[in-house]
C-alpha cells in the first residue's frame, strides 16, 4: 500500500531527478560560478586619479567607451578628462572636447557653440588635467530619488543601475551634483561609470585604468591595509571633488587644485 509519506517521498525523488539536472546546469553555468567566486564581505572600491600623471592623452576615454558600450561617436560618455588653463591675468579656461576621447589635439580652448579661445603659450600661468568619473559616493542622492530602486548600491559600495528596471525617469541625471550621468542613446536609460564592475568583481582592472600608459587612474580596496591605494589615500595629500555636498566621494585626486569645479 502506499501511503502518504511513501508517495511524496517517491514524487520529490522523481521531481529531484528530472529537476536536478536543470538546477545543477544552472548551478554551474559559468556566469554564476565567476560571481559566487565574488566575495565583497572586506571590499570597499575606491578610485585614485594622479592628476600630476595625467596627460589628457584620452586613452581611458577611448578605452571606456569600448568596455562599456558607450556609442563611441555619441557626445556622451562614463569618463571624461578636463583641461584647465589659468592665464597670468587670472582668466580661468576649462574645456572637454568629446570627453577627450581624442586627447587635446589643438592649444585652443574650446568654449562651445563652435566658439574657440586662443591663449598664448607666454600668457599661462598653469595648465592641467583633470579625469572625472562617477564618485561611487558613500551617501550617494542618485539613490536615495530612484522611485523603483533601479540605482542601488552594493554592498561593496559600487553604485550600480539596473538596466532592465530603469524606467527612464530622469530623477537621478538631475540629483548627482557631479554631472555624471546621463542617458544611453540606445538603450534610453540612466547610464554611469560603475568602475567596470563585470571586470573587478572577477580580479580585473577597470578598463580605464588598464589603458592609462602613465597610470594616472588607479583602482583598489580601501578595506585591505597593504592596498597600493589604500596606502596613498591614507599617508598623502588627497581630496575629493565637492566635498561641501556631503556626499563622501570615493574618488581621491592627488594634486588636485582649488580652481577643479
Ligand atoms: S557621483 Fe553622482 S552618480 Fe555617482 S554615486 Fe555620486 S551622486 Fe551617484
Ligand atoms: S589615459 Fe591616463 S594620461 Fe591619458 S588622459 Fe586618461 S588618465 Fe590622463
Redesign the pocket.
Known amino acids: 500500500m502506499i501511503t502518504r509519506r511513501n508517495f511524496l517521498r517517491s514524487a520529490l525523488a522523481g521531481a529531484a531527478g528530472l529537476a536536478l539536472p536543470i538546477t545543477a546546469l544552472e548551478l554551474l553555468g559559468p556566469r554564476r560560478l565567476r560571481a559566487e567566486r565574488y566575495d565583497s564581505s572586506g571590499v570597499r572600491w575606491v578610485f585614485l ?2 592628476t600630476y ?9 577611448k ?1 571606456c567607451k569600448q568596455e562599456n558600450e558607450i556609442p563611441y561617436d555619441a557626445n556622451v560618455t562614463r ?1 571624461w ?1 578636463e583641461r584647465y588653463v589659468l592665464t597670468r591675468d587670472n582668466r580661468l579656461f576649462a574645456d572637454s572636447p568629446k570627453g ?1 576621447r581624442d ?1 587635446f589635439i589643438t592649444s585652443r580652448i574650446d568654449l562651445g557653440q563652435g566658439r574657440y579661445q586662443d591663449i598664448k603659450k607666454e600668457d599661462i600661468k598653469k595648465a592641467f ?1 583633470v ?1 572625472k568619473l562617477c564618485n561611487q559616493c558613500e551617501n550617494p542622492p542618485c539613490v536615495q530619488v530612484c522611485p523603483v530602486g533601479a540605482t542601488y548600491q552594493a554592498a561593496d559600495g559600487v553604485v550600480l543601475v539596473d538596466r532592465k528596471w530603469c524606467i527612464g525617469c530622469g530623477y537621478c541625471i538631475m540629483a548627482c551634483p557631479y554631472g555624471v550621468r546621463f542617458f544611453h542613446p540606445n538603450y534610453h536609460v540612466a547610464e554611469k561609470c560603475n568602475f567596470c564592475y563585470h571586470r573587478i568583481t572577477r580580479g580585473m582592472k577597470s578598463a ?1 585604468v588598464d ?7 588607479q583602482i583598489g580596496n580601501i578595506k585591505d591595509p597593504d592596498d597600493p591605494v589604500t596606502k596613498v589615500i591614507m599617508t598623502e595629500r588627497v581630496a575629493v571633488l565637492k566635498e561641501e555636498y556631503g556626499t563622501k566621494p570615493q574618488v581621491y585626486y592627488l594634486g588636485l587644485s582649488k580652481e577643479v569645479r
Open positions: 586619479v594622479d600623471k595625467c596627460v589628457g592623452c584620452g586613452l581611458c576615454v578605452a569618463t578628462v577627450a586627447g588635467f579625469p580605464c589603458a592609462c600608459p602613465f597610470g594616472a587612474r
